[in-house]
């Protein structure tokens, strides 16, 4: 064997954890183990960062556009830090379960715990069903919005296809990634995805304000409640990308180390999604209620091209982080097809599986896990003194739930399907090419190769004689 596995167990307070250290022999294994195999706190915080950012940074001016600038700003620093908040819930549930778990001298080094198992051991098989449904519905959709959207951009650099056709293309190649196998091997992908998107994220904002405003631009929003409402829940999907955070604490070698990289990655995130957003909405403004990809609205120049290019390796970094947790690809190609609604799509699927999966969900189990006395005083981790505590922290859970259940679910739902059927009603199902620019017509038959050019004005311009 290439590397000799030295296990050693390492006690934490109460916590019990199991830090696989490699000693690789030969170059060859050191320079492997270096670009693929990773469990540090700076991989989880790559990998928390990356997953937070990649196709709806392009969607975020569009919801700008919906909610002004003021309340874009605010939705994105509020759900920031209420996505923040759950993900760090996630993390006390997991290390909860692992815990009583390695008591009872169950191990885990070749087992990845997800987040239904978690549910199930501290909870009971109802929740872990619940949480499992919710869970893999959100990762087909994720999938399917992933691929809209590979689509989607290609087209601003290769228009020759239409961007359904480019939706096979994408489908098929990204099919071939069910074989990476764990978080441990994304150490490469997370780190350049990050560095993709915080390019593309510069060049939105640098791009958008040497662009300078478009003639009588207009910012008009918030103009409709519904158009408000899906915007804020673009914005909570946005944020909600901790679908498979218990899969990246179990990847790293010193889990109890996650609680605050997941705030680390959305302060970072944030220096991203707030400059491009308002700079791309400053220059183009009423423009984006028609334009979901920013890409859409800067004119083309190697620079675009770049960011494109990038973004397209991303979201297929994205998929590849998806498709192997839910093999079904030909499900996820069928509906990339049928509802192609880049923006629109996301805004439904953040207000009708996100705010379940990623923000109502956790804050009710972590309330039901410590909700007796016994438990609150046995719990591996204490709630933070400046949180107030017990009290202080359902306090907190319980304004995420009914928060996210009245704006994200009640009003969030309303908006974001009222758009999305109107956005059937106007393209229709199967749309071939959805808010691409018309097409040139064709030239007329009696026109050839050899036939003069027609005349630079306008033929009712034409003097007759008499």
Known sequence: MATDKVVETV????????????????????FSKFLWHGGSAYDAWFSCASNQVAQVLLTLPYSFSQLG???????????????????????IL???????????????????????????????KYWRNVGLAFNCTFLLFGSVIQLI???????????????????????????????????HNYRMWS??????????????????????????????????????????????????????????????W?????????????LYVLTLTLPSAAAVYWAFGD????????????PRSPSRDMAVILMLIHQACAYTLLIPRLPVVIPIWFLAIIFPFFGPINSTVGSLLVSFTVYIIPALAHMFTFKSSAARENAVEQPPKFMGRWVGTYMMNSFVVVWVLIVGFGFGGWASVTNFVHQINTFGLFTKCYQC???MPPPLPHLNATAAPPPLHHPLNHTHSP
Not at 11 to 29: F, L, Q
Not at 69 to 91: E, N
Not at 287 to 298: G, K
């Open 287 to 298: 423009m984006l209620l028609n334009h979901s990809n920013a890409f859409a609205l800067l």
């Open 94 to 124: 997991y290390v909860e379960y692992r815990t009583r778990k390695e008591r009872e001298k169950v191990e885990f080094r070749n087992h990845v715990i997800q987040w239904f198992e978690v549910l199930d051991g501290l909870l009971g």
């Open 437 to 439: 620019p018309p097409a």
């Open 149 to 183: 959207a590979c689509a989607s951009n290609i087209y601003y650099i290769n228009d020759n296809l239409d961007k359904r056709t480019w939706t096979y293309i994408f489908g098929a190649c990204c099919a071939t990634t069910v074989f990476i196998p764990s978080f």
């Open 69 to 91: 600038m003021l309340s874009g700003i605010c939705f994105q620093l509020f759900y920031g830090l209420l996505g923040s908040w759950t993900a760090y819930l996630i993390s």
């Open 11 to 30: 006690i934490v307070g109460n916590y019990v954890e199991m830090e696989t250290e490699g000693k690789p022999n030969d170059m060859k294994a050191r």
């Open 191 to 252: 780190f350049l995805g990050l560095v993709m998107t915080t390019y593309t994220a510069w060049y939105l904002t640098i791009a958008s304000l040497l662009h300078g405003q478009v003639e009588g631009v207009k910012h008009s929003g918030p103009a409709k409640i519904v158009l408000y409402f899906t915007g804020a829940t673009n914005i909570l999907y946005t944020f909600g990308g901790h679908a498979v955070t218990v899969e990246i604490m179990h990847a790293m």
């Open 254 to 266: 010193k889990p109890q180390k996650f609680k605050a990289i997941y705030l680390l990655a959305t």
